[in-house]
């Protein structure tokens, strides 16, 4: 999705990107609001992509995820690195990078997974 998002991104959706980043990062220290933008931060990539496919996993997705996501952001620093790694993305996809793109959402997503793992073991 990030790769194909970077491929056909025209200017007007980098600057919706940009956007919602900022919203992202007005949003520290409230958590159900800092999920609500996180989740329309890659909503809005989904979108970019052009897919029609991409939003329907990304809605399952995040059905899925909302059950960890608020131990997780609650963790010291979650919330800053999540907003580090987004803005990594963010400039990938600006720079029309496709690799990048790629490259940041694994790392994000893997980082994330990895730590839902460790909360999820700690039931």
């Known amino acids: 999705m990030a790769r194909v998002a970077a491929e056909r991104a025209t200017e007007d959706d980098i600057a919706q990107l940009r956007q919602r980043l900022a919203e992202h990062r007005a949003s520290v220290g409230k958590v ?3 999920i609500q933008l996180d989740m329309a931060f ?3 990539i ?4 052009g897919n029609p496919i991409f939003p329907a996993i990304l809605e399952a997705l995040f059905g899925w995820a909302i ?4 131990p997780f952001v609650r963790a010291p ?4 690195l999540t907003l580090a790694e987004h803005a ?3 400039e990938a996809i600006a720079m029309r990078d496709p690799q990048a793109a790629e ?3 694994r790392e994000h997503l893997t980082r ?3 730590l839902y793992r460790q909360l999820d073991t700690s039931r």
Request: no cysteine; hydrophobic share 35%.
């Open 32 to 34: 159900d609001e800092f």
């Open 42 to 44: 890659h909503r809005e």
């Open 46 to 49: 989904a979108r970019i992509s």
């Open 67 to 70: 059950e960890y996501y608020h």
């Open 77 to 80: 620093g979650a919330e800053q």
């Open 88 to 90: 990594r993305l963010v």
């Open 103 to 105: 490259l940041a959402i």
């Open 112 to 114: 994330a997974n990895e």
